[in-house]
């Protein structure tokens, strides 16, 4: 009852009676509840009136109000005329700095309060944690939580909940996994929070068996858990799961929102569930009263597209309401690719020209589509644009934790300590490949070179270098190798990484750009639908 409390201030103060700190400290933050500047700016004078600005609650109070409601150089002059600080004065214009979007003046205040040995309690470190995570410094959120550990605090639900979607971002699996630990030694486990949190945080760390178990834990499952766990089954390839899962949930009387449809249309889209995703796609305005968006739209034209129905993609994405239509168009592109259709690319691809001009990725497809058809000409003249704007190929790039370490791999990698090892295994494998019946997949390499310098060009690809360093620092107990890529895979690492986990005996899990690849026994959970 917020403003009964500001009225019943004023009857005090004008019946003559004095309020205390408490009670002004209480009614400023009132103030900064309701966003109320003016009078918390009033509230403000009448604390300087009555000297009571040296009072710390008050002063934090005011700290709050201004960096809530008005701006941080306000709050931080409020804060520099304060003659003595406590730690939670300290936390507020902490917290303050990260709010106003100044990360580097957090770190440094942070680093201040070190030096002036100010007691740090838990809250200082969940925002600076919080801080680093806000700004997409995930390296140094995991700095602060180490830190935070050896200078002798337990790290709280807060703490926890922050921390584990960075595991999940960085893929931490080693490091979410002793998190989860360390969340049942301390009981933490009692929120459905915390529990989806660590679902989703296997999911993406490659370990879907982890992500299933800990969500059939959760006793009651909301909507965001379920949403969790079909989206986990979908990015993994799973569609025939995703679709079960959304079945059981609708079930439980839950009902499904625009999250849970991106979800199970991109696990149908990856599991080639085609009919299916159309009949959900329409049943969603229909059934559900939600309107497809962008992401819908793209899941579908994917589905359509990559399965050669390219013209029914093309009419659907024309139907597409949605303003932000780049996804989808490009999923039109890449399928144009796939099935070699230089009409439908062209237009898909002057279409994503003019909504995103900057990337390169649109006028290299339409560039390998144009080669792959021998239109030379035109391609020369894409392969000019590209140049003209100055926008580059994304360099593919891999990487994988092996003992609490990330190595990255570009494309032909050189630097890392066993670069001869790595290729002497590639070039085994490759061997045994040939001896096999395996041919090299060239079709990726489009310049124009001879068939021995395509496959040279193939043998140092970026994934193929992050798996093999895997397979050379694996332990006899390690049963799962987990790589990651920012681009898709291409077809020739596919075909060998398959090979290698049939080698090997050990299960190759790859996360690419677009879902997890899981190889084994010389197979790859996707079906080759990808
Ligand atoms: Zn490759
Ligand atoms: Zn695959």
Request: charged share 25%; proline share 2%.
């Amino acid at each position: 009852m917020h403003m009964q409390a500001l009225n019943g201030f004023r009857e005090m103060v004008l019946g003559g009676t004095m309020p205390n700190p408490v009670i002004i400290s209480l009614l400023i933050s009132v103030c900064s509840e309701l966003n109320l500047l003016r009078v918390g700016k009033e509230l403000h004078c009448f604390v300087i009136r009555h000297k009571m600005d040296d009072n710390i609650h008050v002063g934090t109070a005011i700290i709050n109000l201004y960096s809530r409601c008005s701006t941080i150089s306000e709050a931080q002059s409020v804060f520099d005329r304060m003659r003595t600080h406590d730690a939670i004065c300290w936390n507020t214009i902490l917290a303050a700095n990260f709010k106003d979007g100044n990360c580097d003046r957090g770190l440094a205040l942070f680093d201040q309060m070190r030096k002036e040995g100010i007691r740090l309690t838990n809250a200082s470190w969940n925002i600076i944690i919080g801080g680093c995570v806000q700004y997409g410094q995930n390296e140094s959120a995991v700095d602060f939580f180490r830190r935070m550990q050896v200078a002798g605090f337990r790290p709280d639900q807060i703490t926890i909940l922050t921390i584990l979607p960075v595991c999940g971002n960085l893929e931490l699996l080693c490091g979410g996994r002793a998190i989860h630990s360390y969340v049942l030694r301390s009981r933490l486990t009692n929120s459905l929070a915390m529990e989806t949190a660590l679902s989703l945080m296997y999911a993406k760390c490659g370990d879907l068996e982890m992500s299933q178990r800990v969500f059939d834990m959760i006793l009651s499952k909301d909507l965001v858990a379920w949403n969790t766990i079909i989206i986990a089954n979908s990015m993994h390839g799973d569609g025939v799961k995703a679709l079960a899962l959304f079945r059981e949930m609708l079930e439980t009387g839950i009902r499904p929102n625009s999250v849970t449809f991106t979800g199970v249309l991109s696990g149908c889209s990856h599991s080639r569930l085609i009919e299916v995703a159309v009949s959900i796609f329409n049943s969603m305005e229909k059934d559900y009263c939600i309107e497809p968006q962008s992401d819908h739209y793209s899941c579908l034209v994917d589905l359509l597209g990559r399965a050669g129905r390219l013209q029914e993609a093309y009419e659907l994405l024309l139907k597409n309401p949605a303003k932000e239509t780049a996804p989808a168009w490009g999923a039109l592109l890449s399928a144009c690719r796939v099935h070699k259709n230089v009409e439908l690319g062209r237009l898909a691809a002057a279409r994503l020209f003019e909504i995103e001009p900057d990337n390169p990725g649109n006028y290299v497809s339409l560039f390998n589509i144009l080669v792959a058809a021998k239109r030379w000409d035109e391609a020369a003249e894409i392969r000019k644009m590209l140049r003209d704007q100055g926008v580059g190929k994304r360099p593919g790039i891999s990487w994988i934790h092996v003992k609490n370490k990330t190595y990255k791999f570009l494309v032909g990698e050189k630097s890392n300590e066993q670069t001869e090892e790595i290729s002497r295994f590639l070039q085994d494998v490759r061997k045994k490949m040939n001896d096999a019946g395996y041919l090299p997949e060239t079709e990726n390499v489009l310049q124009d070179v001879d068939q021995a310098e395509k496959e040279a060009a193939l043998c140092n690809h970026s994934e193929k270098l992050a798996v093999a360093f895997g397979v050379l620092n694996s332990t006899g107990g390690q049963s799962t190798i987990r790589v990651f890529k920012n681009l898709r895979i291409c077809r020739d690492c596919h075909n060998v990484i398959k090979f290698i986990a049939k080698v090997i005996q050990k299960q190759i899990i790859v996360r690419d750009s677009t879902r997890f690849h899981h190889f084994r026994d010389g197979l790859c959970s996707c079906g080759e639908f990808w």
